[in-house]
């Protein structure tokens, strides 16, 4: 485990359902992430949590929206999805400051099937 | 618009042998550069990086050559071995104004298969 939990490990979903996908991390870092990585396509990053902001990819449809209770848990809660949006999910963290950096720790991702 | 281009989309590799994936970025804000490693069933995991006031940067079997100049880098396997076959992506990031979380933009990754 690299310390960034994410839960469930696959789901497969209709397209009228609603789900959350949940992610969790015990390194205490100050940031966490959303991407989104499809088939021969290059990760794309969703949302952004920290302390101070919350950052969104314009391009994301309404259909994905976040939370983000705590500095330690974030989740992305879906609802009436397309089959594109099919893919992993993948949630990570970071622990960042102007003076220094440690990069983005990822967890093992959630393999969403749209159905 | 994709700032960071890697290439090759895949590489084949004798065991021992050497790997290079390029990468070449856009965006001058960009002040560090990951690469990562990942598995099948696995998130990307950072494997090594470098920050653009170095030109080289060496971690055992891997080292990042870095061309500010030019805008470009890449990562040398040497004696490449077959646990190193995965998908790596390159990456460039900067940090937001807050300080507090960083824009990381990947490469589109390399397939890369180190045979026996």
């Known amino acids: 485990e690299t310390g960034v939990t994410q839960t469930p490990r696959h789901l497969v979903m209709g397209m009228t359902n609603k789900k959350s996908l949940k992610c969790e991390q015990h390194?205490?870092?100050?940031?966490m992430y959303w991407y989104k990585q499809s088939a021969k396509k290059p990760l794309e990053l969703m949302f952004v949590?920290?302390?101070?902001?919350?950052?969104e990819n314009n391009s994301v449809p309404s259909r994905f929206s976040p939370e983000c209770p705590n500095s330690s848990h974030l989740f992305l809660h879906l609802h009436t999805l397309q089959p594109e949006d099919s893919a992993l999910y993948l949630c990570?963290?970071?622990?960042?400051?102007?003076?220094?950096?440690?990069?983005?720790?990822f967890g093992s991702g959630t393999r969403l099937t749209v159905v | 618009q994709q700032q960071v281009k890697q290439s090759p989309q895949s590489l084949i590799v004798q065991k021992g042998g050497i790997s290079i994936i390029n990468c070449a970025y856009e965006?001058?804000?960009?002040?560090?550069f990951p690469w990562y490693q990942q598995f099948p069933g696995k998130g990307p995991a950072l494997l090594i990086a470098i920050r653009p006031d170095v030109s080289e940067k060496k971690e055992g079997r891997f080292t990042i050559s870095f061309n500010k100049s030019a805008k470009q880098f890449s990562l040398h396997i040497m004696d490449s071995q077959p646990g190193d076959s995965a998908t790596y992506f390159c990456a460039a990031t900067y940090l937001f104004s807050s300080g507090s979380a960083r824009q990381l933009t990947f490469g589109s990754g390399t397939q890369l298969t180190v045979l026996p």
């Open positions: 965006n001058t804000a960009f002040d560090y």
């Open positions: 990570a963290s970071s622990q960042d400051t102007i003076r220094s950096n440690y990069g983005y720790t």
């Open positions: 390194l205490g870092h100050n940031a």
């Open positions: 949590y920290s302390l101070e902001e919350r950052v």
